[in-house]
């Protein structure tokens, strides 16, 4: 149980770093900035899956996201951001 509480107590803190889940590089977070982009994924299944109620996250970096997104069989969508907040 303290174990279970150190953890959601460590999620709610800002990570002064992300792990990539494809390659294990670490990527720093400086002031609430990571040091390069990172594709963040969090998927909450829902009951028209085998896995209801569980939530799954990962992060990649860019390498490995462009490793896996070149094996899709349909290629991704890419379109140009117009506006830069
Ligand atoms: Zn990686």
């Known amino acids: 149980m303290r174990e279970y509480q150190e953890q959601i107590e460590k999620k709610t803190e800002k990570p002064d770093r ?3 889940n494809g390659c294990g590089k670490i990527i720093a977070v400086r002031q609430g900035m ?6 963040s994924v969090r998927q909450a299944w829902g009951y028209l899956s085998d896995k209801d109620g569980d939530v799954d ?3 990649l970096c860019e390498s490995c996201y ?3 997104t070149k ?3 349909v290629p991704l969508t ?4 117009t506006e830069w907040l």
């Open 66 to 68: 462009d490793r896996i």
């Open 71 to 73: 094996s899709f069989t």
């Open 57 to 59: 996250e990962f992060h």
């Open 78 to 81: 890419r379109t140009e951001k």
């Open 18 to 20: 992300i792990i990539c």
């Open 34 to 39: 990571p040091a390069e982009d990172v594709c």
